[in-house]
T-cell receptor
C-alpha cells in the first residue's frame, strides 16, 4: 500500500519569499511517480509538477521545483518568489508504476501575506 | 485549449432524488476518473474508466454509478443522494500510458448540495 504524509496543515509566507512544503511517502513499488497539485478556493485541482522515481534530476517548472530525496522518501515542493495568487491548498500525490490510481496526502493550506 | 469540462458547476438536489453529473474532455485521454472531495479532505477516488473498461474502488457505495458512452464523455449517477453525499465531485483524465503520462488533469468540479 502507498501512503503520502504532509505534516504541515497550514503555512504562512511573506510575498516574494520562498517557501517549502513538505511531503514524505511510503511505497514498496520500485517505480512510481510523484505529483504536486494546487487547489484554490474555487475547487479546481491544478497540476504543478511531476517527478519520476528514476529521474536523476529534480523537476522544475517555472517558480516550482521539487526537492526529491529518494533515500529519505521525501518530495518537497519549493515555491520561489511567492505571489498572493499562490494562496491555496497544496496536495502531494503518488502513483505507483503498476497502477493508475493517485494516492493523495492530506494537504497543506498555504497563505501568502502581503 | 484542450480541457476537462464539468457541468453543472453547482447542483442542488433533494434527498433521495437521482442526480447526474457530467464530464467531458477535449484531451482525447484514455482514462477518466471520478473523485469525491469533502470539505478539508483529500479527493477520494470513486471509479475510473480505461477506455470502456470500468474500474470500481472497493469502498465506493452502490449508490454511485458511472457511464462512459464515448471517449469524450463520462457521467456520474447518484441514484438516491443522502445528506452525506454532499461534496465536491471532481472529474479527471489521463493518457494512462505510465510515468508522466499518468498525470491527471482535473476539471473545475461540481459542488453538490443535498437538501
Amino acid at each position: 500500500a502507498q501512503k503520502i504524509t504532509q505534516t504541515q496543515p497550514g503555512m504562512f509566507v511573506q510575498e516574494k519569499e520562498a517557501v517549502t512544503l513538505d511531503c514524505t511517502y511510503d511505497t514498496s513499488d520500485p517505480s512510481y511517480g510523484l505529483f504536486w497539485y494546487k487547489q484554490p478556493s474555487s475547487g479546481e485541482m491544478i497540476f504543478l509538477i511531476y517527478q519520476g522515481s528514476y529521474d536523476q534530476q529534480n523537476a522544475t517548472e517555472g517558480r516550482y521545483s521539487l526537492n526529491f530525496q529518494k533515500a529519505r522518501k521525501s518530495a518537497n515542493l519549493v515555491i520561489s518568489a511567492s505571489q498572493l495568487g499562490d494562496s491555496a491548498m497544496y496536495f502531494c500525490a503518488m502513483s505507483p508504476g503498476s497502477a493508475r490510481q493517485l494516492t493523495f496526502g492530506s494537504g497543506t493550506q498555504l497563505t501568502v501575506l502581503p | 485549449d484542450a480541457m476537462v469540462i464539468q457541468n453543472p458547476r453547482y447542483q442542488v438536489t433533494q434527498f433521495g432524488k437521482p442526480v447526474t453529473l457530467s464530464c467531458s474532455q477535449t484531451l482525447n485521454h484514455n482514462v477518466m476518473y471520478w473523485y469525491q472531495q469533502k470539505s478539508s479532505q483529500a479527493p477520494k477516488l470513486l471509479f475510473h474508466y480505461y477506455d470502456k473498461d470500468f474500474n470500481n474502488e472497493a469502498d465506493t457505495p452502490d449508490n454511485f454509478q458511472s457511464r462512459r458512452p464515448n471517449t469524450s464523455f463520462c457521467f456520474l449517477d447518484i441514484r438516491s443522494p443522502g445528506l452525506g453525499d454532499a461534496a465536491m465531485y471532481l472529474c479527471a483524465t489521463s493518457r494512462g500510458l505510465g510515468g508522466e503520462a499518468d498525470t491527471q488533469y482535473f476539471g473545475p468540479g461540481t459542488r453538490l448540495t443535498v437538501l
